[in-house]
């Protein structure tokens, strides 16, 4: 499986980081599976920076980022998805949604989804009903927002800005990346910091402590 990485200048670092960092270390990967490949994707293969001030040189353009059933695509937040450049990943994921690919948007990446139609037939959510409906001229998928923080309608997953660790939980079961009961033990261990989680999942992972 290979991961497309959308990068896009203020890129909300943080949104991504707990998804990112567990797909490239690979520490908790099944092992039965190869460790996903994660693949940075720019609108053209000019640097970013980040919303953080951390520049990023992409991998490959839209143009060449060659899609395949099982593979997952990261829509990270940012103040720039409406400034009219990022319409060619638009229109790739347009053609991606009802395959075997997974996209998952967080944050400023469901108000482009919203704009262009994508967001009018999949339940999903955003920062904020009204305020997407504010933003979104195009919006038409109001009766399908649910006001939760991560929204799963089949292959696609959308998330609220606040939401990184819910997001990245949603999208390693959806892809299966790890085995369920190490998963289900990462989240609560950082969502309760409670370090009977650390043992479960270590244990999970084959790890014992005496």
Same mark, same amino acid.
């Given at each position: *499986?290979?991961?497309?990485?959308?990068?896009?200048?203020?890129?909300?670092?943080?949104?991504?980081?707990?998804?990112?960092?567990?797909?490239?270390?690979?520490?908790?990967?099944?092992?039965?599976?190869?460790?996903?490949?994660?693949?940075?994707?720019?609108?053209?293969l000019a640097k970013i920076t980040t *919303?953080?001030?951390?520049?990023?040189?992409?991998?490959?353009?839209?143009?060449? *980022?060659?899609?395949?059933?099982?593979?997952?695509?990261?829509?990270?937040?940012?103040?720039?998805?409406?400034?009219?450049?990022?319409?060619?990943?638009?229109? @790739?994921?347009?053609?991606?949604?009802?395959?075997?690919?997974?996209?998952?948007?967080?944050?400023?990446?469901?108000?482009?989804l919203a704009d262009n139609g994508i967001?009018?037939?999949?339940?999903?959510?955003?920062?904020?009903?009204?305020?997407?409906? *504010?933003?979104?001229?195009?919006?038409?998928?109001?009766?399908?927002?649910?006001?939760?923080?991560?929204?799963?309608?089949g292959n696609l997953i959308t998330a609220?800005?606040?939401?990184?660790?819910?997001?990245?939980?949603?999208?390693?079961? @959806?892809?299966?990346?790890?085995?369920?009961?190490?998963?289900?033990?990462?989240?609560?261990?950082?969502?309760?910091?409670?370090?009977?989680?650390?043992?479960?999942?270590? @244990?999970?992972?084959?790890?014992?402590?005496?």
């Amino acid at each position: *499986m290979n991961v497309f990485l959308y990068v896009l200048d203020t890129l909300a670092d943080w949104e991504i980081s707990f998804l990112t960092a567990e797909i490239n270390s690979g520490r908790y990967v099944r092992r039965d599976i190869e460790k996903p490949n994660i693949i940075k994707v720019g609108n053209d293969l000019a640097k970013i920076t980040t *919303m953080g001030g951390i520049e990023i040189t992409p991998d490959v353009d839209v143009d060449n *980022m060659n899609l395949q059933d099982g593979d997952l695509v990261i829509l990270p937040g940012a103040h720039t998805w409406q400034n009219g450049k990022n319409q060619k990943i638009i229109d @790739k994921v347009k053609e991606s949604i009802n395959k075997n690919i997974v996209v998952a948007a967080i944050c400023g990446a469901t108000f482009a989804l919203a704009d262009n139609g994508i967001l009018d037939n999949k339940k999903h959510t955003s920062n904020d009903k009204d305020f997407l409906k *504010m933003i979104c001229a195009k919006y038409k998928g109001e009766n399908l927002y649910e006001d939760k923080l991560v929204v799963v309608d089949g292959n696609l997953i959308t998330a609220t800005g606040i939401a990184p660790l819910e997001f990245t939980f949603e999208v390693i079961k @959806k892809t299966n990346i790890m085995e369920n009961e190490t998963v289900t033990a990462w989240y609560n261990l950082y969502k309760t910091q409670e370090p009977k989680y650390f043992f479960e999942l270590m @244990k999970s992972i084959g790890q014992h402590f005496e």
